[in-house]
């Protein structure tokens, strides 16, 4: 019933930044989390950071200190900055919204390539 509409990947060279943002609209319920999850070719689908609706953030390894999640006023909206961009952090970028009930809510995926 929630519809996540995301934002701002692109190209970006090594040592680059980018600011992902996702919107949500539609009947939302319970709504326990909202974050980002990357996939990239040949790769599981990995958890980059999340946020809950208390808005207490956490972080994936190896985007700590490099990535920053964050809500806007109306908790419908999450942001990503990531900054010093590396060429390992090229995927596909998925927002996901998560309930209390369980279910996981997906995004269309924006594509983000790190690269010289």
């Known amino acids: 019933q929630a519809q996540l509409v995301e934002s701002g990947g692109g190209l970006v060279q090594p040592g680059g930044s980018l600011r992902l943002s996702c919107a949500a609209s539609g009947s939302i319920f319970s709504i326990y989390r909202m974050g980002w999850y990357r996939q990239a070719p040949g790769k599981q689908r990995e958890l980059v950071a999340v946020?809950?609706?208390?808005?207490?953030?956490n972080y994936a390894d190896p985007v700590k200190g490099r990535f920053t999640i964050s809500r806007d006023n109306a908790k419908n909206t999450v942001h990503l900055q990531m900054n010093n961009l590396k060429p390992e952090d090229t995927a596909i970028y998925y927002c996901f919204l998560g309930t209390l009930a369980g279910s996981d809510y997906w995004g269309q995926g924006t594509q983000v390539t790190v690269s010289s």
């Open positions: 946020i809950t609706t208390m808005g207490l953030p």
